[in-house]
């Protein structure tokens, strides 16, 4: 865990007020974990968990199994994930 000193202007300090009440959290740092795990992936792409490496990984194995010589566009990989 980080420690950091911050430095609000009135506005932010409201929000994460607001924050703090809405979801009933204890204190401004919970608000501000709060605040970054809703708008964070707006900003930040999360890592891919192993699970979701391995079904991708299955995935193309099964493809190159039944198309050996076809390539597998990201529009059709998409589709077979139901992104």
Partial sequence: MVMAQVNLTD??????EVIK????L?????????????YGDDVLDR??????VRKII???NRHEKTHPNRKMT????D???GV
């Avoid at 506005?11 to 994460?16: A, D, I, K, P």
């Avoid at 009440?21 to 009933?24: H, L, Q, Y």
């Avoid at 990201?74 to 990989?77: I, P, S, T």
């Fill in 11 to 16: 506005y932010s300090n409201r929000v994460f």
């Fill in 21 to 24: 009440a809405k979801f009933g």
């Fill in 26 to 38: 204890k204190d401004k740092s919970e608000a501000i974990n709060k605040f970054t795990d809703i």
């Fill in 47 to 52: 890592e891919a968990s192993d699970e979701y």
């Fill in 58 to 60: 299955d995935i193309c």
């Fill in 74 to 77: 990201f529009k059709q990989l």
């Fill in 79 to 81: 589709a077979l994930l």
